[in-house]
């Protein structure tokens, strides 16, 4: 996925979750909007530096959207809702082999209790199909890659439905989107979300598929690049 014309700059501080103040390379200070919802520990710090994309969208009351951060060395894609994006294309261009032969690719359809499933696949003659959820990782803690970065509730109720999927007969897969450069293995965070933790567990147990996939990132853009081994505890 190619990014947007990326402007670069100097983070000031992020605040209310979805705002970030930035100071622009022209000195030009801005408000962005911080699309992710997490903790984002590790991923940015104030005076780390960020680049963001403009978009004269009159519709739009903040005109900046965050989309990478640099921490020591390592690039990181701040922009959950890409994780999605690249995970498409990844399957449409056989990057994740593991989902390949399905006919049909939805995003974003209807099933469990009241929730969208990110990417349904199906084949035309077969009523078997298989839910793929998908999370965007960010998090580092010493020397792992790891998910969540906070207490996450709905991501507790994904994992029960894709164990609900499994019941009813179809393939459940649970995909995770490194989206920083870091060359480091991934884990689930068991001290941040214990409850998450343990539904992994039994998720995985119950037939629940995990993969976990690393991203390239540059300036230019952002794609799945590599399957990564994950720990089990």
């Given amino acids: ?29 801005v408000t962005a909007h911080v699309p992710n919802s997490g ?15 403009y978009h004269d969208n009159p519709k739009r009351k903040l005109k900046y959207t965050l989309e990478l951060t640099k921490m020591g060395e390592n690039l990181i894609c701040t922009n959950t ?23 049909t690719l939805k995003p974003e359809q209807k099933y469990g209790q009241n929730s969208r499933i990110d990417i349904l696949l199906s ?5 078997k199909k298989c839910y793929v959820e998908i999370k965007s990782v960010s ?38 989107i490194i989206q920083r450069t870091d060359d480091l293995g991934f884990e689930i965070a068991k001290q941040i979300d214990p409850k998450y933790f343990e539904a992994f567990q039994i998720a995985k147990d119950k037939g629940v598929e ?10 230019d853009g952002i794609n799945v690049a590599k399957k990564v081994e994950f720990k089990s505890l």
């Fill in 123 to 127: 084949n035309e003659n077969d009523e």
């Fill in 139 to 176: 998090l580092r803690l010493d020397n792992t890659l790891a998910f969540p970065d906070a207490v996450t509730t709905r991501g507790t109720k994904h994992l029960n439905e894709l164990m609900d999927m499994v019941k009813e007969g179809h393939r459940a897969v649970m995909l995770y």
């Fill in 1 to 29: 996925m190619k990014f947007e014309k990326l402007y670069k700059g100097k983070l000031v501080k992020r605040y209310k979750r979805f705002l970030a103040d930035v100071i622009l390379e022209n000195e030009e200070e």
């Fill in 39 to 53: 903790a984002m520990t590790s991923c940015i710090e104030d005076n780390c530096p960020v680049w963001v994309t």
């Fill in 81 to 103: 809702g890409v994780a999605n994006k690249i995970a498409i294309e990844a399957i449409k261009n056989k990057t994740i082999k593991e989902l390949q032969g399905y006919d």
């Fill in 210 to 219: 995990i993969l976990v996939y690393q991203s390239d990132i540059s300036l």
